[in-house]
């Protein structure tokens, strides 16, 4: 079982969650929505899998290259 580290690509505020941890993903499902500059930016799964692990939630400050999310595939 691998598990997959998915960053954030920008640094922002978590907008929206889109999944739970125990929820099944397929490479390319959002995850989840970050804000930065006024600018939605999707994160998806980057792995088939289960959402293993979810670091932030809906409102949290984050930065750039920070693990938000682990996917089990």
Do not use: C, F, Y
């Amino acid at each position: 079982m691998g598990m997959h580290r998915i960053e954030s690509p920008v640094t922002g505020k978590v907008w929206k969650l889109e999944r739970q941890v125990g929820d099944q993903v397929a490479a390319g499902d959002t995850l989840l929505i970050l804000e930065s500059m006024k600018m939605e930016i999707p994160l998806d799964a980057t792995a088939t899998g289960v959402l293993k692990e979810l670091l932030v939630g809906e409102g949290d400050e984050v930065q750039e290259n920070q693990v938000l999310v682990v996917v089990a595939s």
